[in-house]
């Protein structure tokens, strides 16, 4: 069973930049991509953008298309999502989660983290 913890939210001002981690560790072979979701209170959880770890090919929502990055470091077990100039509608708790197939249109996944907070206000 895989288990994924993410770190690295906080409060972030308006137009600033934030990274979040994900470290895996428990990896089955068969998982072959991880994504970040967020859940804004009220609101339905939504993708945010999904890596393959093999090849890194990578996918974005296409709300979250340019101002969101993922990446990987294979070495660290560990996925990142940066943020750029994120927006007060970015507050959200953020979720990476697993899954056995590459990334692609829908966002089914079956191991999930706790989720880590982000505040985007001045």
């Known amino acids: 069973q895989v288990q994924l913890v993410e770190s690295g939210g906080g409060l972030v001002q308006p137009g600033g930049s934030l990274r979040l981690s994900c470290s895996a560790s428990g990896f089955r072979r068969d998982y072959y991509a991880i994504g970040w979701f967020r859940q804004a209170a009220g609101k339905e959880r939504e993708g945010v953008s999904c890596?393959?770890?093999?090849?890194?090919?990578?996918y974005y929502a296409d709300s979250m298309k340019g101002r969101f990055t993922i990446s990987r470091d294979n070495a660290k077990n560990t996925v990142y999502l940066q943020m750029d100039s994120p927006k007060p509608e970015d507050t959200a708790v953020y979720y990476c989660?697993?899954?056995?197939?590459?990334?692609?249109?829908?966002?089914?996944?079956?191991?999930w983290g706790q989720g880590t907070q982000v505040t985007v206000s001045s």
């Open positions: 989660a697993a899954r056995t197939f590459p990334c692609g249109s829908n966002w089914y996944f079956i191991s």
């Open positions: 890596i393959n770890i093999g090849d890194g090919t990578t």
